[in-house]
């Protein structure tokens, strides 16, 4: 054991570069949705704050026109679809398409034009037309809110890198039922695959 921080670690071995914010941005959230804005459902932790942080980047993205995608974690009213992600946490399975649990929440609610990505595993890319929808927009960098930090958020930030858009992680703009892997992940994920910054810093860089 060393004296060495975690921090001048990875630092030394050359992680935690900064992203630039080039080109389009986009937006995406990841299953801000009520089932995760209800600690007895599967929300919890510092999940609400996040979801009313988002809702005036919601706004910014809109007047600015950027292309903003939702997700929605919706598995067929039979069960059919089920999969290892179901076999973990089996309650998924009552996420259905005309569930409550399911809808995104109100306060967030997508309006025409925007995407709205149906998905049955952690990631908004795997499986789904998101990359080619934001190809087709010209985005570039995705700024990313939503929940959970440790599950669905960073799933879709490592697949987002490797098609290769540039993600901004909104630090108070994504939460997790437990804070130990919402702070973890973020730290993770700004030394590896994304930007990471709170709402009010993006805002500063955009302007």
Same mark, same amino acid.
């Given at each position: 054991?060393?004296?060495?921080?975690?921090?001048? $670690?990875?630092?030394?071995?050359?992680?935690?570069?900064?992203?630039?914010?080039?080109?389009?941005?986009?937006?995406?959230?990841?299953?801000?949705?009520?089932?995760?804005?209800?600690?007895?459902?599967?929300?919890?932790?510092?999940? /609400?704050?996040?979801?009313?942080? $988002?809702? @005036?980047?919601?706004?910014?993205?809109?007047?600015?026109?950027? !292309?903003?995608?939702?997700?929605?974690?919706?598995?067929? &009213?039979?069960?059919? &679809?089920?999969?290892?992600?179901?076999?973990?946490? @089996?309650?998924?399975?009552?996420?259905?398409?005309? $569930?409550?649990?399911? /809808?995104?929440? @109100?306060?967030?609610?997508? *309006?025409?034009?925007?995407?709205?990505?149906?998905?049955?595993?952690?990631? +908004?890319?795997?499986?789904?037309?998101?990359? /080619?929808?934001?190809?087709?927009?010209?985005?570039?960098?995705?700024?990313?809110?939503?929940?959970?930090?440790?599950?669905?958020?960073?799933?879709?930030?490592?697949?987002?890198?490797?098609?290769?858009?540039? !993600?901004?992680?909104?630090? &108070?703009? *994504?939460?997790?039922? +437990?804070?130990?892997?919402?702070?973890?992940?973020?730290? &993770?994920? +700004?030394?590896?695959? /994304?930007?990471?910054?709170?709402? $009010?810093?993006?805002?500063?860089?955009?302007?």
């Amino acid at each position: 054991m060393t004296s060495e921080t975690r921090e001048s $670690t990875y630092a030394r071995q050359g992680f935690g570069n900064d992203l630039e914010i080039e080109g389009r941005i986009g937006l995406l959230i990841v299953d801000f949705v009520n089932g995760f804005a209800d600690r007895e459902v599967f929300g919890g932790g510092n999940i /609400a704050e996040a979801i009313e942080h $988002t809702v @005036p980047v919601l706004r910014v993205a809109r007047e600015r026109r950027w !292309p903003v995608a939702h997700s929605r974690i919706v598995y067929a &009213d039979d069960g059919a &679809d089920a999969n290892v992600f179901s076999l973990k946490v @089996p309650t998924m399975l009552t996420m259905k398409e005309h $569930t409550h649990n399911s /809808a995104i929440v @109100p306060q967030l609610t997508p *309006v025409e034009g925007e995407l709205v990505v149906r998905k049955n595993v952690p990631s +908004a890319f795997f499986g789904t037309s998101l990359a /080619a929808w934001l190809a087709m927009r010209g985005v570039q960098t995705l700024v990313v809110a939503g929940a959970v930090t440790s599950g669905c958020v960073r799933a879709s930030v490592v697949d987002a890198m490797q098609y290769g858009l540039r !993600p901004v992680v909104l630090s &108070d703009c *994504v939460g997790d039922r +437990a804070l130990g892997p919402h702070e973890a992940n973020l730290f &993770d994920m +700004a030394q590896k695959y /994304a930007a990471v910054m709170t709402s $009010t810093e993006l805002l500063k860089r955009i302007r």
